[in-house]
T-cell receptor, first 115, second 116 residues
Framework: LAKTTQPISMDSYEGQEVNITCSHN???????ITWYQQFPSQGPRFIIQ???TKVTNEVASLFIPADRKSSTLSLPRVSLSDTAVYYC????????????????FGKGTKLSVIP | DGGITQSPKYLFRKEGQNVTLSCEQN?????MYWYRQDPGQGLRLIYY???????QKGDIAEGYSVSREKKESFPLTVTSAQKNPTAFYLC???????????????FGPGTRLTVL
C-alpha cells in the first residue's frame, strides 16, 4: 500500500474553499486515490475517488497532477458540518504474507471549520 | 433501510474475557472488513473476507478471530490473547471489485470496547 502523507490539521472559516493535499510519492500504476470523511465516534464515509486529472461530484473535487505523486481534495464553501477527519487512501491490494492484506488508513487531516 | 449495523455501541469487559462484536449488513456485499481505531490514529485492518467461509488476516490479526458463515454477518471475537483490546472497532462492507483499497467501503457506526 502506497504510503501517504497529509497535514495533521487545518482550520478554515465557514464559506471558504478548503484544499487538503495528500502526498503519495510511491504510487503504483494501478493505484487509485480515495478520500474518506470521518466524524467523531462514527465510521468513515466515502467522499470521492480518482485515478488522474480531475474528478468532481456533488460534495467535492479531486485534483490529481500528471505525475500522480500527490492529490488535492477540494471542499467548496465549507460549513460547520464539514468539521471532520479526512483520510487519503492510495493503493492496490498488497499481500503482507500468505493470504494476508495490508490496508491502513493514515492518521488523516483534522479539519476544523470556524464560524 | 440498507446499511451496516454493529452492536452494541459500547461494550465493557473484564480483562481475560473473550468478547464477540456483531456486524450485519443488508447491502448484498460480498466483502466485509474489520478495523481497529485507537485515539488520534487511523484505521488498521484486522480481518478481511471476500466470500462466505473464507477470510484473510490484515495488519493486526493477532489476538482476534472471525467467522463468515453467512454473507450478511461477520462477527469479530476479541480474545484474551489481544494485549491491548480497548479501542474503537469498525466493520465495513463493499462489493468485490478491483481491490480492498479501491472498492468503496461502507462503514457501520462502530463499537467502542473498553476492557477493565
Amino acid at each position: 500500500l502506497a504510503k501517504t502523507t497529509q497535514p495533521i490539521s487545518m482550520d478554515s472559516y465557514e464559506g471558504q474553499e478548503v484544499n487538503i493535499t495528500c502526498s503519495h510519492n510511491n504510487i503504483a500504476t494501478n493505484d487509485y486515490i480515495t478520500w474518506y470523511q470521518q466524524f467523531p465516534s462514527q465510521g468513515p464515509r466515502f467522499i470521492i475517488q480518482g485515478y488522474k486529472t480531475k474528478v468532481t461530484n456533488e460534495v467535492a473535487s479531486l485534483f490529481i497532477p500528471a505525475d500522480r505523486k500527490s492529490s488535492t481534495l477540494s471542499l467548496p464553501r465549507v460549513s460547520l458540518s464539514d468539521t471532520a477527519v479526512y483520510y487519503c487512501l492510495v493503493g492496490d491490494r498488497t499481500y503482507s504474507g500468505a493470504g494476508s492484506y495490508q490496508l491502513t488508513f493514515g492518521k488523516g487531516t483534522k479539519l476544523s471549520v470556524i464560524p | 433501510d440498507g446499511g451496516i449495523t454493529q452492536s452494541p455501541k459500547y461494550l465493557f469487559r473484564k480483562e481475560g474475557q473473550n468478547v464477540t462484536l456483531s456486524c450485519e449488513q443488508n447491502l448484498n456485499h460480498d466483502a466485509m472488513y474489520w478495523y481497529r481505531q485507537d485515539p488520534g490514529q487511523g484505521l488498521r485492518l484486522i480481518y478481511y473476507s471476500q466470500i462466505v467461509n473464507d477470510f484473510q488476516k490484515g495488519d493486526i490479526a493477532e489476538g482476534y478471530s472471525v467467522s463468515r458463515e453467512k454473507k450478511e454477518s461477520f462477527p469479530l471475537t476479541v480474545t484474551s490473547a489481544q494485549k491491548n483490546p480497548t479501542a474503537f472497532y469498525l466493520c465495513a462492507s463493499s462489493i468485490v471489485g478491483t481491490s480492498p483499497s479501491t472498492d468503496t467501503q461502507y462503514f457501520g457506526p462502530g463499537t467502542r470496547l473498553t476492557v477493565l
